[in-house]
């Protein structure tokens, strides 16, 4: 199989994980992919419902959004993911869902604090707050771009909107976006019996590094 088939395949099948996990309703919610050395990125087209998507059915186009390759128009959300592609060359995979809990902080436009460990393994502090943007232009890219690149978190939550997550690969994004509701879900039931406590900055440091450096290989006790 061609290098765009295999991508259009593993777009299909992370679509899969979203309502798997509960991070979608109906065909809010998108998974993407950078094609290996092309500007070009594979995305859902828009309004096909989970049980309809398959590798044939995605969409290719290029890192302004336009249409390469597809029988179907591209995601409404295909000019926030190829701005993040082109302006971040190391990311491989881009994630939107509106997942509850963690658009919930993001309609109060509050960061989830880094209160528990796997906050600190998988996003290395807060995840922050994008700002408001509407859709039609750049702006919802340009929003993710300049609040990632100010943190370490691979997830950012827009404003009133949702979250993005990023990867150094599509799997990566996916595998954020179901942390980034499990621990949203997760700090929101802490709040309500009292005040969560804060992880020392030197504590968050050294469990995010640890994560990092053992990624990918065997648990070691
Ligand atoms: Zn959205």
């Known amino acids: 199989m061609s290098v765009l088939g295999d991508v259009r395949k593993l777009v299909a099948d992370l ?3 979203l309502p798997r996990n509960d991070l979608v309703v109906w065909t809010a919610g998108n998974v993407s992919a950078r094609v290996p050395g092309e500007d070009l990125l594979v995305i859902k087209p828009s309004g096909v419902s989970y049980d309809e998507i398959t590798a044939d059915a995605m969409v290719v186009t290029d890192l302004d959004g336009n249409l390469v390759e597809g029988d179907h ?5 295909t000019a926030a993911h190829a701005y993040v592609y082109k302006h971040m060359p190391h990311v491989q995979g881009v994630v939107h869902t509106h997942s509850t809990y963690a658009t919930a902080w993001s309609a109060r436009g509050e960061a989830i604090p880094c ?9 290395g502090g ?3 707050v994008g700002p408001f943007a509407l859709i039609g232009d750049d702006s919802i890219g340009r929003g993710i771009v300049e609040t990632l690149r100010h943190h370490r978190s691979p997830a950012v939550l827009m404003r009133n909107h949702g979250v993005f997550t990023i990867g150094r690969s599509a799997r990566d994004a996916v595998k ?3 942390m980034c509701e499990d621990v949203a879900r ?7 019996l009292g005040a969560p406590i804060p992880i020392p900055q030197g504590d968050i440091d050294s ?5 990092q450096n053992v990624y990918g290989q065997e648990p070691v006790a």
């Not at 209160?115 to 996003?123: G, R, S």
């Not at 997760?186 to 309500?192: D, E, G, L, P, Y």
């Not at 469990?207 to 994560?211: E, I, M, P």
């Open 186 to 192: 997760t700090v929101h039931i802490a709040r309500q």
């Open 176 to 178: 954020a976006a179901v």
């Open 126 to 128: 807060e995840i922050p």
């Open 73 to 77: 128009k591209p995601s409404s959300d």
């Open 115 to 123: 209160v528990l460990t796997m906050i600190a393994d998988e996003f």
């Open 207 to 211: 469990l995010f590094a640890r994560y």
């Open 15 to 17: 679509h899969a994980e």
